[in-house]
C-alpha cells in the first residue's frame, strides 16, 4: 500500500499523478482588444462541479496501484508517463458522453474546457490506443474501489448518508449478433478459416507439413450459413423447402468439422515452427478450439437429433463465451435477452452503492442478503427503510432484515396475502416505501440511456465488469454534482411567541 509519505517520490517518477496546475483561461485575458465570452469556452456547471469532486487523491492511488505493476520497470525507465490524473478523468469524459476513444482524443485535442477538466492543460493529449491500453491495464476489483470511494466523496458532501435503500436487477446486452445454429458454425469457420491462413504465412512451405493442412473454409460455410437462413425465411412464409434444411445443416456441421480438426493438427506445427507469432496464433487456437467444439456439439444435438439443450449449457457466442440467455417475463421483442444481469443498490440522492455482475439467471430473492451486507460495510450502519419488488420477498430476508436492525422493511409479498400481511402493507410507512422502490426504475432507465448500460461495447468478462463499474462512477459523479449546485433550503426557525 502506498503511505502519503511517499507521495513526493512518485510524482518524479515515470508514472506520474498529475500535471502541474495551470489555468487554460488565463491567457484570453491578456488580449484586451479583442472580446471573448468566456461563457462560450467555459466549463458547464456540472463539468465544473465533477472537476471540485474529482479532485481526491485516493481516487488517483487506486489506480495507480494497478498502473504501477503494469511492467516490470513502470517507475524506472521509460518515457513519462500520461499522469494517472489525466488518464482517470479521460475516462469519466469517455462514459459522460457517450464517446468512442478517437472522439475522446479528438474533442479533448480542441477543447479549452476538457483540457481543463481532464487536467491535460496544454500537454499532448494521449491518443485512442494510449487511453484503451490503459484503461484495460485497471482491474474490475479497482474500479469496484473507485466507486466505493465515490460513495465516500457523497457521504462527505452530505448528498447521502445511507439511511434509505432500495435494490433492483437489470439485463446489460453484450455486444453480439443474434445467436443461431448456423451463424454460430459460420463464425466457427470464419475464425479458424483466419487463424489458419495466417499460419500457413508464418510457416510457409516445409517438406514434413501436409499442403492442404492450412485450408481456409470461410467462403463455404458463409454460403452454406446463407442457404440456411434463406430456407427459413421461406419456411416462416409458408413454402415447403424446410426439408432442406436439415442437408445443409449437416454439410455445414462437415465443415466446420474440417476446419477444427485441421486446427488442432497445426497447434504443434506452429508452436514448433512459428516462433513468436507462430506461438501467439497458437494460443489463439487453443483459446477457440473448446469454443468451437461446443457450438458444433449443441447444433448436432438441437438440429439433429432434435434434443433441448438446457439455456445454461448453450454457448451464443465465441467471442463473448460469458454471455447468458435471460428471460425475465418482458413483453416482446425484448422476451429472451442476451446479456449479464446486473444488481444494483441504490441509495438516497440516487447514488449507486454498489453493483454486482451475476452468473445465469439467479432467482432475486438470493441478491436481498448480500445487497444488506455490502450496505452495512460501506456505511457502517443498517438503513432505516430498505424497500425492494415482490420478487425479492421471503420471510428469511425479512427476519435478516430485522435481525440487521433495519426499521422500516418494505418488501412486498407476491401472490394471495392474508388480511394481516393486507393491512401491514397499508401501512402509511409501507406505502411511503413502496413509492420509494419505485424510484430505482427510473434510475435504471437513465443510467441505461445517458450511461450507456444498455449494451456493453468493451470486450471480455473483464471488460463487460468495467463498462458496469464506470456507469455507476459517472452516474454517482452528475449526480454529486447536482445536488452541489442546487441551492440548499434553509432550516425553519421555529416561531418564537411573543408574551
Not at 291 to 311: K, T
Not at 444 to 472: P, Q, T
Amino acid at each position: 500500500m502506498v503511505t502519503v509519505q511517499k507521495l513526493t517520490l512518485l510524482e518524479v517518477e515515470m508514472l506520474r499523478l498529475r500535471y502541474s496546475a495551470v489555468d487554460m483561461f488565463e491567457p484570453l485575458g491578456q488580449f484586451p482588444d479583442i472580446y471573448v465570452d468566456m461563457s462560450d469556452v467555459a466549463m458547464d456547471p456540472i463539468l465544473s462541479a465533477m472537476d471540485k469532486v474529482m479532485d481526491d487523491e485516493r481516487l488517483l492511488l487506486l489506480a495507480w496501484n494497478d498502473w504501477v505493476r503494469r511492467w516490470p520497470h513502470s517507475l524506472t525507465t521509460g518515457r513519462h508517463s500520461t499522469p494517472v490524473e489525466a488518464l482517470l478523468r479521460l475516462q469519466v469524459v469517455r462514459r459522460l458522453y457517450g464517446w468512442a476513444y478517437r472522439s475522446v482524443h479528438r474533442q479533448v485535442k480542441g477543447s479549452l474546457a476538457l483540457r481543463q477538466f481532464t487536467r491535460v492543460y496544454g500537454h499532448r493529449v494521449p491518443n485512442h490506443a494510449t487511453m484503451n491500453d490503459w484503461e484495460r491495464a485497471l482491474k474490475p476489483a479497482t474500479v469496484r474501489l473507485i466507486n466505493q470511494r465515490v460513495v465516500a466523496l457523497a457521504v462527505d458532501h452530505k448528498v447521502t448518508t445511507g439511511q434509505k435503500l432500495r435494490t433492483d436487477g437489470t439485463v446489460v446486452e453484450t455486444n453480439i449478433h443474434y445467436p443461431t445454429d448456423s451463424s454460430l458454425l459460420a463464425d466457427s469457420g470464419r475464425v479458424l478459416g483466419r487463424m489458419l491462413s495466417i499460419g500457413r504465412e508464418l510457416v510457409g512451405q516445409r517438406p514434413d507439413v501436409p499442403k492442404n493442412l492450412f485450408v481456409n473454409r470461410t467462403r463455404s460455410t458463409k454460403r452454406l450459413a446463407r442457404q440456411i437462413a434463406h430456407s427459413s425465411r421461406k419456411t416462416q412464409k409458408g413454402a415447403h423447402s424446410g426439408s432442406n434444411r436439415p442437408k445443409l445443416y449437416k454439410k455445414l456441421l462437415k465443415t466446420t468439422q474440417e476446419s477444427l480438426d485441421q486446427a488442432r493438427q497445426a497447434l504443434p506445427i506452429l508452436e514448433q515452427y512459428g516462433q513468436l507469432a507462430g506461438q501467439a496464433l497458437a494460443d489463439s487456437l487453443a483459446h477457440y478450439i473448446p469454443l468451437v467444439e461446443r457450438v458444433i456439439d449443441q447444433a448436432y444435438r438441437r438440429v439433429v437429433l432434435g434434443q433441448s439443450v438446457p439455456a445454461s449449457d448453450k454457448l451464443v457466442s465465441l467471442f463473448e463465451p460469458h454471455t447468458a440467455i435471460i428471460r425475465r417475463g418482458k413483453p416482446a421483442p425484448h422476451e429472451t435477452e442476451f446479456g449479464r444481469k446486473v444488481w444494483l443498490d441504490e441509495v438516497e440522492g440516487g447514488i449507486l452503492s454498489d453493483y454486482r455482475i451475476l452468473k445465469g439467471n439467479p432467482p432475486d430473492e438470493k441478491q436481498f442478503k448480500p445487497s444488506l451486507a455490502q450496505h452495512q460495510q460501506l456505511f457502517s450502519h443498517p438503513p432505516e427503510r430498505v424497500s425492494t419488488d415482490r420478487g425479492v420477498y421471503s420471510a428469511a430476508n425479512e427476519a435478516a432484515a430485522r435481525q440487521a436492525g433495519v426499521k422500516q422493511i418494505c418488501l412486498p409479498q407476491p401472490g394471495q396475502r392474508s388480511p394481516e400481511r393486507l393491512q401491514h402493507e397499508q401501512q402509511p410507512w409501507f406505502r411511503l416505501g413502496r413509492r420509494f422502490q419505485a424510484g430505482i426504475e427510473g434510475r435504471i432507465s437513465v443510467i441505461k440511456r445517458a450511461r450507456h448500460l444498455n449494451r456493453c461495447l468493451d470486450k471480455g468478462e473483464a471488460g463487460f465488469e468495467k463498462w458496469v463499474g464506470w456507469g455507476c462512477i459517472v452516474n454517482n459523479l452528475v449526480k454529486i454534482a447536482q445536488a452541489l449546485l442546487k441551492p440548499r433550503r434553509r432550516k425553519r426557525q421555529p416561531a418564537t411567541s411573543v408574551a
